[in-house]
């Protein structure tokens, strides 16, 4: 039993220099005890008894028509990144971003808290990128922690106001 006490100590120890080092105004933390089960959040969040739910994972990969460098490509863009957002407002994108290098093709990802793939489909072709044609979407059921509902309030405190 001492183990596990000098450890958090020793934590809260290097912690504490680490913070100390960077300049931090706050002194560190303990790390915090057991977490406990909070049935307002499970229920907000949409778990089910194990702390997960359905989502369906959007894979989108390059399409047959690359539409031209130009005004067009940049408003198709645009049309892209405003359906993601109106997405993520709506409490239904939880999780998107690009792939950083495929040569298989892969552009993006979308996590969308959906119960089924028709309804994963439905709303991404709204999405200009997959009606002209620039990208393709392949769907896949996935069965994820509740918490990753979280993200995309968590994402906006990390992202700068511009």
Do not use: C
């Not at 198709?76 to 993520?88: P, Q, S």
């Not at 994963?120 to 009606?131: C, F, G, K, W």
């Amino acid at each position: 039993m001492p183990r596990p006490i000098a450890f958090t100590g020793l934590a809260v120890l290097l912690a504490g220099a680490i913070a100390a080092h960077a300049g931090a105004a706050e002194p560190a933390k303990a790390p915090p005890g057991p977490a406990t089960f909070d049935e307002a959040l499970a229920s907000r969040l949409g778990a089910d008894a194990n702390g997960m739910r359905r989502y369906v994972l959007v894979v989108l990969k390059t399409g047959p028509r690359r539409m031209p460098d130009g005004e067009a490509r940049k408003a198709m863009f645009a049309g892209h990144f405003a359906n993601m957002e109106r997405l993520t407002k709506e409490g239904r994108r939880v999780l998107a971003g690009p792939f950083v290098s495929d040569p298989a093709g892969w552009r993006g990802l979308f996590v969308l808290a959906v119960e089924d793939v028709e309804q994963a489909r439905r709303l991404t072709e709204s999405d200009p990128v997959i009606r002209e044609g620039e990208m393709v979407a392949e769907y896949h059921p996935w069965y994820g922690s509740a918490a990753t509902m979280m993200l995309p309030e968590i994402h906006e405190r990390l992202t700068p106001a511009r």
